[in-house]
């Protein structure tokens, strides 16, 4: 079993689709993380929970909604994406721990069609 | 803002040889953490290397280190000893020591091993 698990690992949505994004750690992290990772570009951070409250939102379109219901748990909800959005989605956890964080744990993405 | 560039889009090494990944960055703090991940064609990222920007001494694990030069803001990876399953993508990413964790990555290297 490994530390961050992410479901579908593929996904193929219509622009009127809505669908959702589900990432579980099983590592007693406190912080969780969604990236985009585009061709060519640097991983883009979306969001940041950090003991189940979102601290950081990179101003990411509203059609892409966070939720992470616990500790363990986060999700993304999509809905009326572009094709531009098309991307590898990694989620992301580790322990928030002030001055002495560790380092970021990563699931294996979902690859995100947009059609 | 951070922000971290890889210069190397691709990096090719004979099995066996050393190779040696590009990496600099640009910050005004003085305490930081700096990280190379791999990224495999399984998609998920793992974590090679980690230096804390106090630390004088370059870090290693096994075949992998890396030249840390604080002043010229410069992170290297150096791979010794080239193995076949080192082919992957290589990440640099920069982490501000305090506050929420937030990675900033660069574009990646793509490392080819030649049997």
């Known amino acids: 079993e490994t530390g961050v698990t992410q479901t579908p690992r593929h996904l193929v949505m219509g622009m009127t689709n809505k669908k959702s994004l589900k990432c579980e750690q099983h590592?007693?992290?406190?912080?969780m993380y969604w990236y985009k990772q585009s061709a060519k570009k640097p991983l883009e951070l979306m969001f940041v929970?950090?003991?189940?409250?979102?601290?950081e939102n990179n101003s990411v379109p509203s059609r892409f909604s966070p939720e992470c219901p616990n500790s363990s748990h986060l999700f993304l909800h999509l809905h009326t994406l572009q094709p531009e959005d098309s991307a590898l989605y990694l989620c992301?956890?580790?322990?928030?721990?002030?001055?002495?964080?560790?380092?970021?744990?990563f699931g294996q993405g979902t690859r995100l069609t947009v059609v | 803002a951070q922000t971290v560039t890889q210069s190397q889009p691709e990096m090719s090494v004979q099995e066996a040889e050393t190779v040696t990944l590009s990496c600099t960055y640009d910050?005004?703090?003085?305490?930081?953490?700096l990280f190379w991940y791999k990224q495999p064609p399984s998609r998920q990222m793992i974590l090679v290397i980690r230096?804390?920007?106090?630390?004088?001494q370059n870090a290693t694990e096994n075949r992998f280190s890396v030249n840390f030069q604080k002043a010229a803001k410069s992170f290297s990876l150096k791979i010794s000893d080239s193995q076949l399953g080192d082919a992957a993508m290589y990440f640099c990413?920069?982490?501000?020591?305090?506050?929420?964790?937030?990675?900033?990555f660069g574009t990646g290297t793509r490392l080819t091993i030649i049997p």
């Open positions: 230096q804390e920007a106090y630390k004088q």
């Open positions: 990413a920069y982490r501000y020591t305090f506050g929420n964790e937030k990675l900033t």
């Open positions: 910050t005004s703090e003085s305490d930081y953490y």
């Open positions: 929970y950090s003991l189940e409250e979102r601290v």
């Open positions: 992301a956890s580790s322990q928030d721990s002030g001055s002495l964080p560790t380092e970021a744990f």
């Open positions: 590592l007693g992290h406190n912080a």
